[in-house]
């Protein structure tokens, strides 16, 4: 189904959508190896649309989900990541049949706005999740330890941890230490706000036991990832330099026991070159194969 067809769905049979998740094929959320690799599509519902400098490289739906297709129809891609837009799209696209699907959460906190750190749930609730048969739900949670909107955002991921982890579902939480300059919100990648991070997002909530995290590749990450017992996805950034060293990061931090996969978006969406295919081949084979670049 093409981009005109969607909107004609979505103008004259809205009610397809629910139909087509009650309808859709499920998985395992984890397969005979353990590991995942999903791409992630919820930059957009920030504003957050940038790629190497292009600050507009995203702005393209048709684009983005001609990409997204793409890396989801490759073997070894395991779901996806995103917000209720893009999903739905991919939904009537047919692109997430068999796939593990991941609803972003909280997207209120808009990049450059003054309220970024105030990050509100303004996307998918655990209870939307259940009822369209989605895996789980993940959560931005930047922590700000001089901007009074970091605690509405912990309480607010502990009761998305909570409702999840009810209904069996991942919780995903996405934790950084942030500081903001210059009305500029930066996360902090150093090993030791990694490890501080960590440790705050994973004791959120009433349970853990079904609580999953998604940090980045930094500096020494055998001893970040010795802060946890929980399962850790790796996320890929925006890509820059060379895409081979990204790569060589990738492979060296899944040989570590905590690192189950990988959610990377950009960096796969929009390699340099711009063949998506390849991009995601490399991935899947570091993913569920250990390959090396």
């Not at 959560?139 to 069996?168: K, Y």
Request: glycine content about 12%; some cysteine.
């Amino acid at each position: 189904m093409d981009a005109a067809k969607i909107t004609e769905v979505r103008a004259r049979e809205p009610h397809r959508i629910a139909e087509a998740w009650a309808g859709r094929r499920r998985r395992p959320l984890v397969g005979d190896d353990g590991q995942l690799l999903l791409v992630a599509a919820d930059h957009p519902a920030r504003g957050s649309l940038g790629v190497r400098g292009n600050a507009l490289a995203m702005g393209s739906r048709t684009d983005l989900l001609d990409r997204l297709a793409t890396a989801l129809g490759r073997p070894g891609v395991d779901g996806v990541l995103g917000t209720p837009d893009v999903l739905d799209d991919l939904l009537l696209m047919g692109a997430l049949e068999g796939k593990v699907v991941i609803g972003s959460m909280n997207r209120g906190g808009l990049q450059g706005a003054s309220f970024e750190l105030d990050d509100r749930f303004t996307a998918y609730t655990a209870e939307a999740i259940e009822a369209a048969g989605l895996d789980g739900g993940k959560t931005l949670t930047r922590i700000c330890l001089n901007d009074p909107g970091t605690v509405s955002t912990l309480e607010a991921t502990a009761h998305a941890v909570n409702a999840l982890a009810a209904r069996g579902l991942m919780a995903m939480i996405e934790p950084f230490l942030s500081v903001r300059t210059d009305q500029r919100v930066t996360n902090l990648l150093d090993p030791d706000s990694t490890i501080k991070s960590v440790h705050i997002a994973s004791g959120l909530g009433a349970t853990s036991a079904h609580t999953w995290l998604k940090l980045p590749v930094v500096d020494e990450l055998e001893r970040v990832l010795d802060a946890t017992t929980l399962p850790t996805l790796l996320l890929g950034g925006d890509p820059a330099g060379d895409p081979a060293d990204t790569y060589a990061a990738w492979a060296r931090a899944l040989s570590l026991p905590a690192a189950r996969g990988l959610v990377v978006g950009r960096a796969l969406l929009y390699p340099p070159g711009g063949d998506v295919g390849a991009a995601v081949d490399i991935a899947t084979k570091l993913v569920h194969t250990g390959a090396r670049p």
